[in-house]
Each structure stands twice: as C-alpha cells, then as structure tokens.
C-alpha cells in the first residue's frame, strides 16, 4: 500500500507502538488479527496522506531518482545459487514488474488491490476498512485487475 520498504517499516514501528498504547481499547467485537490489520491499514493510509503533503514542498536532488533506478548502487550483496542465477534474475524481473504496476495503478485501485489479491482479504473486509460498499469493492477490484493485466501482458505474452 505505501510503494517502498522504508514507509512500511515506518508504518510497522508506528503499529507496533499504537498496539502497546492502545491495547486497552480492544473492546473484542472483532477478532485481534481484524483489529490489528484494521490499524495497520489505517497507519498506511495516514502515512500516504502525510507523504502526499510533504512531496508537494519536495524538490527531488536527481542522485536519488539515479539510485533509486537501479543504475548507481553497488550495496548489494552475493546470494546463494541454490537456483540457477538466470532463474533468480527472471524472478527478480518478474517481481519487479509486478511491484512497478501495482506502484502505478491509481491509489482508490491500489487499495483495493493490495487488500484482496495481495493481503488476501475478503470483499466485506476490504469494503469496512476502506468505508466501500461490497459492489464498489468487487467494482474497483475488477478494474484493478484490468489494468494489471493490462500493464503486465507486454512483458508475458507469447511471441508467435
């Protein structure tokens, strides 16, 4: 839902302490993991709207679009080969296209998408979480999917 590593851990440290403050206030009507994934997904969706705020004053340096791209960063380190290294690359590929698209889908997509195909929620979770009716859930699911689909059959398709 947040689109890199650093604002989820953010948002898990900020879980983690909302959970040890707030435990008191777990009145029961739901199960834990329910109410526990309800405020992981409320802190998400305030950190978004934080970060939308912040961005608009931000001026980007253009060494950290370099490096995020990829192109600039020698950190990383040497894995096992336990499959072939052609094998770990495609998959490392695959993932990230597939993360690529998610990350530019439209949020009230993303959302939706993130909820169901990624966390695995049902349709009424998803629906309470994000104040949606069923139908607009499945809507938004639906055409979420679409544009996956859409985004990913280039890189997938078959070549006659």
């Known amino acids: 839902m947040l689109g890199n590593d650093a604002d989820a851990e953010d948002v898990t440290q900020d879980v983690l302490l909302q959970v040890v403050r707030k435990l008191d206030t777990f009145r029961g009507e739901s199960a834990f993991p329910t109410w526990l994934h309800r405020v992981t997904v409320n802190a998400a969706l305030a950190n978004r709207r934080k970060r939308a705020v912040r961005d608009e004053h931000v001026v980007r340096d253009p060494l950290d679009v370099f490096l995020e791209n990829g192109h ?17 690359t495609l998959d490392r590929e695959t993932k990230q296209l597939i993360e690529d698209a998610i990350a530019r889908m439209p949020m009230i997509y993303r959302d939706v998408y993130v909820l169901a195909d990624v966390e695995g929620l049902p ?13 607009a859930v499945k809507s938004r699911l639906h055409r979420a999917r679409l544009l996956m689909r859409d985004t990913l059959a280039p890189h997938f398709e078959e070549v006659a």
């Open 72 to 88: 600039f960063h020698h950190g990383a380190s040497v894995g096992s080969w336990a499959a072939p290294p052609e094998q770990e």
């Open 123 to 135: 349709n009424s979770e998803i629906g309470e979480m994000l104040d949606l009716s069923v139908p």
